[in-house]
């Protein structure tokens, strides 16, 4: 029996960050289901979908392959078989993922992906419904936060590093506005699992967090 880690929260809590840390230090594979969802998304953008239209969408997505790859302990997502990394963290990708995210047939699609990675593997995988929908038996759930003000600083901080002109406050109304679709999606919302718990990363530092779920996760194995 394999012993799967979720973590859920919202965009920009730093799941992924400290979900790779964690992944690292414990021999676990770390799983970015945001990717796949990103993909998806990619792949109606760029065949022009309406993706307001929810059976557009669903019949659009019929044929496409979507699964995951490993490269020097990296994920890299295929999109019928291309790699399609480099494309997916754009604000449009990241709006449209936003929108179809709450469709039946596309959580469908990659539902059994996402269960048979954590059944032949020790996996962390991050998402929003990974310990309420996908691994409701997950060995540690974790719901990691921030504030809206604390994760929107980080990403305008990264941005603007990169060179990016960005403002703050379009940043932080962004993703807020992610956050209120991801949390009011009829299908698999956004919300903490009963028995997660509940990590507000807002104050701490990667390492501090890291080492906070390795803690937690030693702690369970003991138990
Ligand atoms: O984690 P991320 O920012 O890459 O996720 C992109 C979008 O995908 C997010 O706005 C909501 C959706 N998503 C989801 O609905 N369920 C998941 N398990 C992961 C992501």
């Known amino acids: 029996m394999t012993k799967p880690i979720a973590v859920d929260g919202p965009a920009g809590a730093g ?10 230090k414990i021999d676990y594979i770390y799983v970015d289901t945001g990717a796949m969802y990103r993909a998806i998304a990619l792949y ?9 239209d929810e059976e ?18 990296e994920q890299i997502v295929l999109l019928n078989g291309e ?3 480099a494309f997916i963290r754009t604000p449009e990708v990241s709006k449209t993922t ?26 962390i995988m991050d998402g929003r419904d990974i310990g309420t929908a996908v691994l409701p038996d997950a060995f540690l759930k974790v719901f990691l936060t921030a504030s809206s003000e604390a994760r929107a600083m980080r990403r305008y901080k990264e941005l603007t590093e990169k060179g990016e002109d960005v403002n703050f406050d379009d940043i932080k109304r962004d993703v807020e506005a992610r956050d209120y679709q991801d949390s009011h999606r009829e299908i698999a919302p ?4 009963e028995d997660a718990v509940l990590v507000d990363s807002s104050d701490m530092g990667i390492e501090e967090v890291t080492d906070a779920i390795c803690t937690l996760y030693q702690e369970r194995i003991k138990a």
């Not at 799941?15 to 690292?24: G, W």
């Not at 469908?108 to 593997?121: H, P």
């Open 15 to 24: 799941k992924s960050t400290i979900a790779k840390n964690v992944a690292k």
């Open 190 to 193: 956004l919300k903490q699992a």
């Open 98 to 123: 936003s929108l179809i995210s709450k469709y039946g047939d596309v959580r469908t699609k990659l539902l059994d992906l996402q269960r048979n990675m954590a059944a032949k593997k020790n996996v």
């Open 56 to 73: 557009k969408v669903s019949a659009a997505i019929k044929d496409i392959e979507v699964s995951l790859d490993y490269k020097d302990h």
């Open 44 to 52: 109606l953008i760029r065949q022009g979908v309406d993706t307001n």
């Open 83 to 85: 790699n399609v990394n």
